[in-house]
């Protein structure tokens, strides 16, 4: 079992930047991925950014250019750095950990980013 803890979310202006950041309890050296999720109010949860053990990385497509993942296996953490934020990127991040590629992942309980026009 690994809890995962995220930090780093908050209120900024459109155009502003936020990192976010998510410490693991274990280690998550061997884990197949790690990622980062968003849920906004009526919206279903969706992919943000993921990071396999190998550092191959995937975004949605609304992010892409702006938002970077980055993994530390040695502090057991991941970050997402936020670039030229939008009102759009409004919500609740959730930081995931996938042990192997058929695992249910592990979830963090979240941090709120609200972007303000």
């Known amino acids: 079992q690994v809890q995962l803890v995220e930090s780093g979310g908050g209120l900024v202006q459109a155009g502003g930047s936020l990192r976010l950041s998510c410490a693991a309890s274990?280690?998550?050296?061997?884990?197949?991925?790690m990622g980062w999720y968003r849920q906004a109010p009526g919206k279903q949860r969706e992919l943000v950014a993921q990071?396999?053990?190998?550092?191959?990385?995937n975004y949605a497509d609304s992010v892409k250019g702006r938002f970077t993942i980055s993994r530390d296996n040695a502090k057991n953490t991941v970050g997402l750095q936020m670039n030229s934020l939008k009102p759009e990127d409004t919500a609740v991040y959730y930081c995931?950990?996938?042990?192997?590629?058929?695992?249910?992942?592990?979830w963090g309980k979240g941090t709120l980013v609200t972007v303000s026009t």
């Open positions: 995931s950990a996938r042990p192997t590629t058929w695992a249910m992942p592990y």
């Open positions: 990071i396999t053990g190998g550092g191959s990385t």
């Open positions: 274990g280690s998550i050296s061997s884990f197949y991925a």
